[in-house]
T-cell receptor, first 112, second 113 residues
Framework: DAGVIQSPRHEVTEMGQEVTLRCKPI?????LFWYRQTMMRGLELLIY????????DSGMPEDRFSAKMPNASFSTLKIQPSEPRDSAVYFC??????????FGEGSRLTVL | GEDVEQSLFLSVREGDSSVINCTYT??????LYWYKQEPGAGLQLLTY?????DMKQDQRLTVLLNKKDKHLSLRIADTQTGDSAIYFC?????????????FGKGTHLIIQP
């Protein structure tokens, strides 16, 4: 298994543009998490899914943020429109059936 | 609410032991974790401890849990340059972290030659 795969690894965009981050989780998982990491706030849980169903999205900062998980192999986090304060590293993570939380390498977003 | 706190920096000499401390507020935490993040990478699980344990050892790593004081520590023996990273303490209420982990802001471990 290649682990949790995120794309793009780096994205630079202008304020107002739509941003879509993608995650391919490891096989055999049942939960998927989106985290955001900044220097000021550290790691924040944005949303998590269990069996492809969103369970808790209370961490999503604003309506500009949305996440979907159409199937067990794919999830997206979308920001529309993006703002400079959205600049951060966004991590996707999944829990393996063994209970260990596996993180992707992250997507570094810069909004100018 | 849930809160996990750590010191932001720790500097140690190569070969010495490093002790990274963490405090948490939620007494219902069932699992407590230590993650390591190297530059430009995601977080990697180092070790975890169940709340009904008070110590766990794994090679150079020793985790101590004081549930009464809600204090968790990670000791790295014989600290090496490859240990230079950010170390995150995290807690989970549900078994296996199924509800998502709450992380501290991380401790930057700096190794001096």
């Amino acid at each position: 298994d290649a682990g949790v795969i995120q794309s793009p690894r780096h994205e630079v965009t202008e304020m107002g543009q739509e941003v879509t981050l993608r995650c391919k989780p490891i096989s055999g998982h049942n939960s998927l998490f989106w985290y955001r990491q900044t220097m000021m706030r550290g790691l924040e849980l944005l949303i998590y899914f269990n069996n492809n169903v969103p369970i808790d999205d209370s961490g999503m900062p604003e309506d500009r943020f949305s996440a979907k998980m159409p199937n067990a192999s794919f999830s997206t986090l979308k920001i529309q429109p993006s703002e400079p304060r959205d600049s951060a590293v966004y991590f996707c993570a999944t829990i393996h059936l063994t209970g260990e939380l596996f993180f992707g390498e992250g997507s570094r977003l810069t909004v100018l | 609410g849930e809160d996990v706190e750590q010191s932001l920096f720790l500097s140690v000499r190569e070969g010495d032991s490093s002790v990274i401390n963490c405090t948490y507020t939620d007494s219902s935490s069932t699992y407590l974790y230590w993650y390591k993040q190297e530059p430009g990478a995601g977080l990697q699980l180092l070790t975890y401890i169940f709340s009904n344990m008070d110590m766990k050892q794994d090679q150079r790593l020793t985790v101590l849990l004081n549930k009464k004081d809600k204090h968790l520590s990670l000791r790295i023996a014989d600290t090496q340059t490859g240990d230079s990273a950010i170390y995150f303490c995290a807690e989970s209420l549900m078994g296996g972290g199924a509800d998502g982990l709450t992380f501290g802001k991380g401790t930057h471990l700096i190794i001096q030659p």
